[in-house]
C-alpha cells in the first residue's frame, strides 16, 4: 500500500516506519528542512530505541521516503496520514493550527480515492469537522478515519507491532476495511480491530491517557498520605493489586507524570467538558495533584536543610520525563532545577540521553555531568527524578565517598530503605515507611 504519513515528530515518524517495516510505501513528509535533511541522511532527530535501524533499513530498501513536498508524498497513495502535533493552547485547549494547514493543504491535491486518517490527538469532533471542510474544499464527500495512537515512549516500536487493540473511527465500513488490511501484520495474536463512529474514536484516545493520569495522581496522593500516617505505600501497593479490579499497572508512586500526552490530553479533554458545559471535576483534581506532586522532592529537601540552600550543592539523577526517553517536556526534574535555582543552590545534573535537551533551557546556569558518580561529587545530597535502569544497582560506596554526606532523595523509590540504612544513607522516597 502507498503511504503518506505528514508529520515527522514521534507518533508520525514511528508510525510510518513501522508501515514501511510491513512491506509497504511510505513517504514521510515534514515543513522542517533540517529535519528532512537528517531524516535522508540516516540520522534520527528524537530518542527512541530501536527506530534509527529502523529507518536506516527500511530507507535503504526503498520503502521509506522524506520530502518536503506534500504533494510529492500524496501523489497516488491509498491512506494519507495527519501526524503533526496539536501542542496545548494558552487555556489548556489542543493548538489546531498547524493542523488545520494540513487539512487546508491536502485538499486540492488529495486523490479521489484516497483516505485521510487522522492519527493526530484532536478534539472530539474534529473529524467530522475535517470531513466537512474537504467537502466543501473539494466538492466531493472524502473518506476520513480517527486512528488514535497509543504508543509509549522508550518502547513506541514494540507498543506499534505487537498493540493491545487497534482503534478507528469511521463513518462506513469500507475504509474500516482498508485500514484492518493495512493493520493486519500487527494483529495476528488475535488482538481485536476495533472500529467505531468518529466522536467515540476520539474520545477513546482521551480517556485512556486521562484514566491512566488519574491512576497515577492517585497512587500518588495516597504515597503523601502514608508518609503522614506512617504506612509504606510498597505494601498498600501490593496489597489492592492483587484485586483484578484494580490491577498493578500505573501503581508505582513518584513525582509526578510529565511528557507530550498525559499534561495536554487532561487539560484538553477538560477544556472540551468545559466548551460542552460538563464540569470536569475528576480531571481538573488529577492535573492539580500531578502538579502539586512535581514539588515533592524539593519539599523534602527543604524540610531537611531546614529551608537554607545557601553554599548547597544538590545533585540530580534523570532529568528525562521518564526512562528510554529524551523527552522533557512537563518533566517534574525541570520544576524541581528551578526550585532549587530560585533558593540559591547549586545544581548537578546527569541523564543518559537527555542533558543536551536540559542545557538548552538552562544553559550555564547548573553544572552537567556525562558520568553519574561524577556528579555527586562535593554534593550535599542527591535527588533522584527518573527511573533508569543504570540507576537501580549503583556503586553505594561511592556514591557515599563522593557526597559530602550520604543523603538521597528518591521520587522514584528504587532502592529499599533498610539496605539503604544498612549502607549508610539517610533516605527518603515516596511514601516509604
Not at 57 to 85: K, M, P, Y
Amino acid at each position: 500500500m502507498k503511504i503518506a504519513m505528514v508529520g515527522t515528530g514521534y507518533v508520525g515518524l514511528v508510525t510510518g516506519t513501522c508501515f514501511a517495516e510491513s512491506g509497504n510505501d511510505v513517504t514521510c513528509v515534514d515543513i522542517d528542512q533540517k529535519k528532512v535533511d537528517m531524516l535522508l541522511g540516516g540520522e534520527v532527530p528524537i530518542y527512541e530505541p530501536g527506530l534509527t535501524e529502523l529507518v536506516k533499513r527500511n530507507a535503504q530498501a526503498g520503502r521509506l521516503h522524506f520530502t518536503t513536498q506534500l504533494s510529492e508524498a500524496v501523489a497516488d497513495s491509498q491512506c494519507a496520514f495527519i501526524a503533526v502535533g496539536t501542542p496545548q493552547g494558552d487555556d489548556g485547549s489542543a493548538n489546531m493550527g498547524a493542523f488545520w494547514k494540513v487539512v487546508d493543504s491536502l485538499a486540492p491535491i488529495l486523490p479521489d480515492d484516497c483516505i485521510v486518517v487522522v492519527k493526530s490527538t484532536v478534539p472530539v469532533g474534529t473529524n467530522r469537522a475535517v470531513s466537512e471542510r474537504l467537502r466543501e474544499l473539494t466538492g466531493r464527500v472524502c473518506d476520513v478515519v480517527s486512528n488514535p495512537e497509543f504508543l509509549k515512549e522508550g518502547c513506541a516500536i514494540d507498543d506499534f507491532t505487537k498493540p493491545d487493540r487497534v482503534v478507528v473511527g469511521v463513518e462506513r465500513p469500507e475504509p474500516a476495511e482498508v485500514l484492518k488490511e493495512l493493520y493486519k501484520p500487527f494483529l495476528r495474536t488475535e488482538k481485536p480491530f476495533l472500529s467505531m463512529g468518529l466522536e467515540s474514536a476520539e474520545m477513546t484516545k482521551y480517556v485512556a491517557n486521562c484514566m491512566l493520569a488519574t491512576k497515577i495522581s492517585f497512587i500518588n496522593e495516597m504515597a503523601n498520605v502514608c508518609d503522614g500516617v506512617g504506612a509504606d505505600i510498597n505494601d498498600v501497593r501490593r496489597g489492592i493489586g492483587h484485586d483484578a479490579r484494580i490491577g498493578f499497572s500505573f501503581l508505582f508512586p513518584g513525582v509526578g507524570y510529565g511528557g507530550s500526552c498525559f499534561p495536554k490530553d487532561v487539560r484538553a479533554l477538560a477544556a472540551v467538558a468545559a466548551a460542552h458545559k460538563v464540569e470536569s471535576q475528576m480531571l481538573d483534581s488529577v492535573d492539580k495533584v500531578n502538579q502539586a506532586q512535581k514539588t515533592v522532592l524539593f519539599s523534602k529537601l527543604q524540610r531537611y536543610f531546614e529551608g537554607d540552600f545557601s553554599g548547597r550543592t544538590i545533585a540530580i539523577w534523570g532529568l528525562a520525563f521518564k526512562p528510554r526517553t529524551d523527552d522533557i517536556r512537563e518533566a517534574p526534574a525541570l520544576v524541581l532545577i528551578d526550585q532549587l535555582l530560585a533558593e540559591g543552590a547549586t545544581v548537578r545534573v546527569h541523564d543518559p540521553v537527555a542533558m543536551d535537551n536540559v542545557k538548552q533551557i538552562y544553559g550555564d546556569k547548573i553544572t552537567y555531568w556525562e558520568d553519574q558518580y561524577a556528579a555527586l561529587e562535593g554534593a550535599d545530597a542527591l535527588a533522584i527524578n527518573t527511573e533508569w535502569n543504570e540507576f537501580r544497582n549503583p556503586k553505594f560506596d561511592l556514591m557515599s565517598k563522593n557526597l559530602t554526606q550520604p543523603i538521597i532523595f528518591d521520587g522514584r523509590n528504587l532502592y529499599d530503605p533498610a539496605k539503604m540504612r544498612d549502607h549508610g544513607f539517610h533516605y527518603e522516597g515516596i511514601g516509604l515507611r
